[in-house]
């Protein structure tokens, strides 16, 4: 039986802003951050870079500093600088912020860096009113994208041992021999009984990551396919009970009037293709592995069956509301058309006030001013300096906002829709296609003034903002379209970023230089994440049947497995 | 779509010239008190003219003494009277310079392959890159003839290149080639997709549907009737040019040869290609047959996510496959195979290298042109070749180019059906001596360079 696997922990992002003291403060404070973040990287100071690895469930945290906005009350005068905090870790902000004040080495930095800065205690206070403190500037992102929801850093170091065990014992094996079986067995003998426990017992993923339609699309279809078919089937029998004239049904069965006939019709459509549907599924996904026994094979589409049966009585209970539903619908078929007609129109409402609101930013786009293509080697010596130095990257960019209320009631909109879509549409490829952000967030700063966009990614600045604008132009466009001198859009959502240079010249204009950036596991990119995680669930899968009576293990499938290895030769 | 000016586009854009066996790389550096005679130079190389445009056909070319092609680096140019604040606007990989620390980085030139070892292209004086394409028989006379034109600048080196199809590797080299939209009258060959002339000129549409980035210069007295106006107020100086990247590539033929000891499929599998260039997916098992040029493109139409998904036939991390994936991405980017392709035709490059032996040592004189170095050459060159984990890959790069920080022995993976066989021991095969980022002025921005 499913053994109780552990909760997963829930990754959050903090942005803490706090202005500086005074202007002038600025230049020193920059050279004390880099100072540490230069000693963190190289080694040199690797007392720090063990204080935050002692924080529990830190993946990133990073320092810059921003310009100041221009002040409301004098114009032409700018408020002073602000210190950005930026980080991405598990569980809470304020027991998070109570880790980072509560270690000794971390709180003394806090106390170097802030006390040029306005809003933070006087040094060697407490770490709870200190973090505190730091709360009181912290916002929460618009955008937040996690690209391994649930998996905590504790855990994402654990499956990289996980993994480097894996390797170890089946390299130490060398190429199968006899029964894959029996290979399988002595590599999981090979493990440590620690790792045997802990390989099956991987923490669980997150409610919407499990049930995403991306993450598992079979198990979505036979629902909609089991509420179709019993909902149509049901249809297709009062109606043929009323074909019938049965008398005890009368006052179930729909009047004929055209919109009875228009919804039944459909839900008749709806059983039919539902029916393909299993049929198409029954094709796909019952196909067992041709390689072995045929008795296996039996057992194999016994197993499968089962779990489709299990799946259709799970969605019984729903199934069995929604044909409530359509019989009283169909029974009072007007009323249904009544609300239908409703829906219609706000539906219809929407759609123009969404094309009015594209219209309005189509007018302004033709006049609003972009940005000329001219690359400062000066300020990309400085920014790339802690570049390619290892398999992450950070970047951060802050664009000012164009001004107006179109822009902003547009921006927000879509700040909303992406956030919802980057959560709900959880893709295992990546936010928006793209497979190498570990975090990414925008964030408005200034009530709204400028756009803060912060991200940790895998490979190089130049390939990465390629994707953007090979995969997600859509998505960059209507976000960034809203900034200041941004390359041209078209109706938000066309052209913009598709002028590549343009915007990645914008890009390098736009970013701010990370002082300090600390990484929890640097080594690891998200290609090595996901496969470390694979390789774990695997094994997992496969051990099971190593247990005495357990159904034998598909060849192919533990060939699979094994391909991911390498033994040496030639 | 726009025609291609093709008489204002040097020829070596649209000519490999291997009717050409011989060529003469002249490395060239103007002294500080030689701008004037240098621009002399420069206009008598015009007025001559020296200097190919892409309208020639071939076949007349052919009949020529010698094709000559020039560029120029950051330096030269500013050097030839180009502002710097009109330097801004070349993209910064050309202003920075290969030899540039970040751009180490992103190269993978480090080790033995780092920018403080090269022979050239690291803090040198480096200007300019004159191509003299000729027969061997005419022996010395054009470069000599160039050279006695006044005002010639300085030769800080000189390499001679030799137009050949088999590297000193011994494989057939130079088979894949983009077939670009609009550059000859000839029809693309079969199973390949064209690429939009943007790809590799600037002032022309690009795969994405842009124009290239072209660098612009005040318009002036200087530049008026000879460049293009843009929309801004500005000259267009970037026009029918193009970016070309040079870089030496010392082959270790003996640590080659000894590493793969008679092991011919070995050696097939880190090139991804037999030595007779037939391709390792088509063909598992070597037939040893000789083919022709044109034989191996009539068969360059293979993809690898059809016929060797796995890589069982041609490892992922062969040579070719990783400089030129075609739709062996599909699977890791999750998209269908034709969009794999389309995607890698954003990071072509035209391939204009020639092999050279210099003080006993050969190798490749490397050479390609783009419109867009930081998404063709750097793309392929760090995100394919150097990515350790390319296409699923762990912890490996280019068998042939790629070298270890201290020289330690690599690894590469072959996969195979059951599992994979890890080939271990890969020492340094290639080393860089030299390389720079090179722009290829159309005729009219030379003239433009020429004038005082």
């Not at chain 1, 079986?181 to 923490?203: F, M, V």
């Not at chain 1, 598909?554 to 699979?560: K, P």
Request: charged share 25%; with cysteine; hydrophobic share 45%.
């Amino acid at each position: 039986m499913a053994r109780r696997r552990p909760k997963a922990a829930t990754q959050r992002a903090l942005t803490i802003l706090k202005p500086l003291r005074d202007a002038s403060e600025r230049a020193a404070l920059e050279s004390i951050l880099r100072g540490h973040g230069n000693a963190m990287q190289s080694g040199g100071n690797s007392a720090l870079r063990d204080a935050f690895d002692a924080i529990e469930g830190l993946h990133y945290l990073s320092w810059f500093v921003i310009d100041g906005v221009e002040s409301a009350s004098n114009p032409g005068a700018f408020e002073p600088p602000v210190l950005v905090l930026e980080a991405n870790f598990d569980g809470a902000e304020k027991a998070f912020l109570r880790r980072l004040a509560g270690n000794a080495a971390t709180k003394a930095l806090l106390d170097e860096i802030y006390s040029r800065c306005s809003g933070y205690p006087v040094p060697g206070s407490s770490a709870e009113f200190t973090a505190h403190c730091l709360a009181l500037g912290n916002s929460r992102p618009e955008v937040f994208y996690v690209a391994r929801p649930g998996q905590s850093a504790a855990q994402l170091k654990e499956e990289a041992r996980l993994a480097a065990a894996i390797e170890a014992a089946v390299g130490s094996l060398g190429e199968p021999y006899g029964r894959r079986l029996e290979h399988l067995r002595r590599i999981w003998d090979r493990l440590g009984s620690a790792q045997r426990r802990l390989i099956p017992n991987a923490p669980m993923k997150p409610f919407w990551v499990r049930h995403s339609l991306r993450e598992q699309p079979l198990k979505a279809v036979f629902a909609l396919v089991a509420l179709l078919a019993v909902g149509g089937l049901i249809t297709l029998a009062l109606i043929g009970l009323d074909a019938l004239g049965a008398p005890l049904w009368e006052c179930l069965v729909p009047p004929r009037r055209v919109a009875d006939a228009a919804l039944c019709a459909a839900l008749v459509l709806a059983a039919l293709a539902g029916a393909g549907l299993v049929i198409w599924a029954l094709f796909h996904v019952i196909e067992a592995p041709k390689d072995i026994r045929l008795s296996a094979r039996v057992r194999i589409w016994g197993r499968k069956f089962r779990a489709i049966f299990r799946a259709t009585i799970r969605t019984l209970p729903a199934a069995l509301a929604l044909v409530g539903v359509v019989a009283f619908l169909s029974w009072q078929g007007a009323l249904l058309l009544h609300w239908a007609s409703y829906v219609v129109l706000g539906l219809l409402a929407i759609a123009l006030l969404a094309g009015l609101l594209l219209v309005l930013v189509a007018m302004r786009e033709l006049v609003d001013g972009v940005d000329g293509m001219a690359w400062d080697p000066a300020k990309l010596t400085r920014l790339s300096a802690r570049e390619d130095r290892g398999v992450q990257n950070h970047f951060i960019s802050v664009t000012p906002v164009k001004p107006g209320r179109l822009r902003q009631a547009v921006l927000r909109i879509v700040l909303f829709l992406v956030n919802l879509l980057a959560r709900v549409l959880y893709d295992r490829r990546g936010l928006a296609g793209i497979p190498s952000i570990h975090f990414a967030r925008w964030q408005l700063l200034d009530g709204g003034q400028r756009l803060l966009f912060v991200t940790n990614y895998d490979g190089g600045w130049g390939g990465y903002l390629g994707d953007f604008v090979a995969t997600a132009a859509f998505g960059m466009n209507a976000i960034w379209g809203s900034s200041g001198g941004f390359p041209r859009t078209f109706y938000l959502f066309f052209d913009g970023v598709k002028d590549e240079q343009r915007f990645k010249c914008y890009a390098r204009n736009s970013q701010q230089e990370t002082l300090f950036w600390y990484q929890r596991y640097p080594e690891l990119s998200l290609a090595a994440i996901r496969r470390n995680a694979e390789m774990r669930e695997e094994l997992a899968r496969l051990s099971e049947h190593l247990a005495p009576g357990a159904a034998p293990a598909a060849e192919s499938e533990l060939d699979a497995f094994l391909r991911r290895f390498a033994v040496p030769g030639r | 779509m726009d025609q291609l000016e093709l008489d204002d586009i040097q020829g070596l854009i649209r000519h490999g010239y291997p009717y050409f066996r011989v060529a003469e790389y002249l490395f060239l550096g103007i002294d500080d008190d030689n701008v004037a005679g240098a621009k002399a130079w420069l206009a008598a190389l015009r007025s001559e003219p020296w200097i190919d445009h892409a309208g020639l056909h071939a076949r007349r070319l052919r009949k020529e003494d010698c094709g000559v092609a020039i560029a120029f680096t950051a330096a030269g140019l500013q050097k030839l009277g180009v502002r710097e604040k009109d330097m801004h606007s070349f993209v910064i990989e050309f202003q920075e310079g290969m030899a540039e620390e970040h751009r180490s980085r992103i190269l993978n030139d480090r080790g033995a392959n780092a920018p403080q070892g090269w022979k050239w292209g690291y803090q040198d004086a480096l200007h300019a890159l004159l191509i003299v394409y000729q027969k061997p028989a005419q022996e010395e006379v054009p470069v000599r003839e160039i050279m006695a034109i006044p005002g010639c600048p300085r030769i800080l080196r000189r390499i001679s290149g030799v137009s050949t199809n088999t590297e000193p590797f011994e494989f057939t080299d130079g088979i894949s080639q983009p077939f670009v939209e609009g550059l000859t009258r000839k029809r693309a060959p079969r199973g390949v997709r064209p690429v939009k002339p943007g790809e590799f000129v600037l002032g022309y549409l690009n795969e994405f549907g842009r124009y290239p980035a072209s660098p612009s210069v005040e318009m002036d007295g200087r530049a008026r009737g000879l460049l293009p106006g843009r929309t801004d107020g500005r000259a267009d100086f970037g026009r029918n040019g193009s970016f070309l990247v040079m870089r030496q590539l010392e082959q270790h033929v003996k640590a080659f040869k000894d590493f793969v000891n008679g092991d011919e499929q070995l050696a097939a599998r880190m090139v991804g290609r037999w030595k007779n260039g037939s391709p390792l997916v088509r063909y598992p098992g070597e037939d040893g047959r000789a083919r022709s040029m044109a034989e191996l493109v009539e068969e360059n139409d293979f993809g690898y996510h059809g016929e060797d998904r796995h890589g069982f036939r041609c490892p992922v991390g062969a040579h070719v496959r990783r400089a030129n994936p075609r739709d062996s991405l599909a699977d890791a980017a999750g998209i269908a195979p034709h969009e794999a392709r389309a995607l890698v035709d954003r990071h072509r490059i035209l391939r204009r290298g020639r092999v050279y032996r210099e003080d006993d040592k050969e190798g490749l004189l490397f050479l390609c042109l783009n419109a867009n170095i930081e998404r063709q050459f750097e793309f392929v060159q760090s995100t394919w070749l150097m990515n350790p984990e390319f296409g699923g890959l762990k912890d490996e790069i280019d068998p042939l180019l790629g070298v270890a920080v201290d020289d330690a022995p690599r690894a590469m993976t072959c996969q195979h059906s059951r599992m994979a066989r890890r080939v271990d021991g890969l020492g340094r095969f290639v080393t860089v001596r030299g390389g720079a980022y090179f722009f290829v002025p159309g005729l009219n921005a030379i003239d433009y360079l020429a004038r005082p």
